[in-house]
């Protein structure tokens, strides 16, 4: 469960969230300016919602791009946007669960 803070002043506006989705609409019900808040996770949290986001999201572009390096090698262009698409996941995944 995470919190939600405010940035401009640190005041704690709730607790017990777990999405984005859910922060927000606290944050839009608190009154709070969109951008002025962050939502915390214990690093633990972050650590396993990562884990699953990259098996569900990640995995099978990681091993398109095996696939793809063994099968022509890491200057065709195939292999390099399964490369990108592999990298550009994982970035989007972090994103959404960012360390503090």
Not at 10 to 19: E, P
Not at 54 to 76: P, S, V
Request: with cysteine.
């Amino acid at each position: 469960m995470a919190i939600l803070k405010q940035i401009s002043t640190g005041r704690i506006v709730a607790g017990g969230l777990t999405t984005q989705e859910s922060a927000q609409k606290i944050a839009k019900s608190a009154g709070v300016a969109e951008g002025d808040y962050q939502l915390i996770f214990s690093e633990k949290e972050i650590l396993a919602f990562r884990r699953d986001g990259y098996a569900q999201t990640c995995d099978h572009l990681f091993i398109d791009y095996m696939a793809n390096l063994t099968e022509l090698g890491d200057a065709a262009q195939a292999t390099i946007d399964a490369k990108q698409a592999w990298l550009d996941a994982r970035a989007a995944i972090k994103a959404s669960y960012p360390k503090s």
